[in-house]
């Protein structure tokens, strides 16, 4: 099995760029899509990029999502951040026989 | 429209078991699979297995192998999840979701608390 780590939090001023990172321990990023969701308090969470780097629908093109085969890592990048923005994000991947969540990261807008 | 309505809250006493529906609606039954995912308080999101909801194919996270069977009625609708031997440490919202194969984006359901204490 891997692991998929993100850093516990991080926080940007509205308007600024924001990325989130997600580091997978063994095997390819580039082997299997990656997810990413977000999580308000008190919701479930909903998915903000899929196959890596597609929206679904309703989601604002101010989210983009990015994988680098260098550091075997995949990024969430949110910009024009809104105060809206602030809550959870997890990053998700797979391999033949699991799936696997990062640990979140928490998103503050300050 | 899809739908995923999951069962109530639960509370359950150390070493019991406890088993949540999660019936759907609104799409193809057999055409995808259902993935169960979890989330203690304050804690992040665990995936827990998944069930093909054309064969009842099953993969489990190696966390719960031996304690977790998940299984799904065609002519309902509906996917199981019991999870047996609860520990507190298993206190945690359940949340059920639609999701074709894995690496597929999810329909979530409403989630369910299990609480386990004495």
């Known amino acids: 099995n891997f692991m998929l780590t993100q850093p516990h939090s991080v926080s940007e001023s509205p308007g600024k760029t924001v990325s989130i990172s997600c580091t997978r321990s063994?095997?390819?990023?580039?082997?299997?899509?990656v997810l990413w969701y977000q999580q308000r308090p008190g919701s479930v969470p909903t998915t903000v990029i899929y196959?890596?780097?597609?929206?679904p629908s309703g989601v604002p093109d101010r989210f983009s999502g990015s994988i680098d085969t260098s550091s075997n890592s995949a990024s969430l990048t949110i910009s024009g951040l809104q105060t809206e923005d602030e809550a959870h994000y997890y990053c998700?991947?797979?391999?033949?026989?699991?799936?696997?969540f990062g640990g979140g990261t928490k998103l503050t807008v300050l | 429209q899809v739908q995923l309505v999951q069962s109530g809250t639960e509370i359950k006493r150390p070493g019991a078991s406890v088993k949540v529906s999660c019936q759907t609606s609104?799409?193809?039954?057999?055409?995808?699979?259902v993935t169960w995912v979890r989330q203690a308080p304050g804690q992040g999101l665990e995936w827990m297995g998944w069930?093909?909801?054309?064969?009842?194919?099953?993969y489990y996270a190696q966390n719960f192998h031996g304690r977790i069977t998940m299984t799904r009625d065609t002519s309902t609708r509906t996917a199981y999840m019991e999870l047996r031997n609860l520990r507190s440490d298993d206190t945690a919202v359940y949340y059920c979701?639609?999701?074709?194969?894995?690496?597929?984006?999810?329909?979530w359901g409403q989630g369910t608390l299990v609480t386990v204490s004495s």
């Open positions: 196959e890596n780097n597609q929206r």
């Open positions: 979701a639609r999701q074709l194969n894995f690496g597929d984006p999810e329909y």
């Open positions: 998700k991947s797979y391999d033949s026989r699991s799936q696997v």
């Open positions: 063994s095997g390819s990023i580039a082997s299997n899509y």
């Open positions: 069930i093909s909801g054309y064969n009842g194919n099953t």
């Open positions: 609104g799409y193809t039954f057999t055409s995808h699979g």
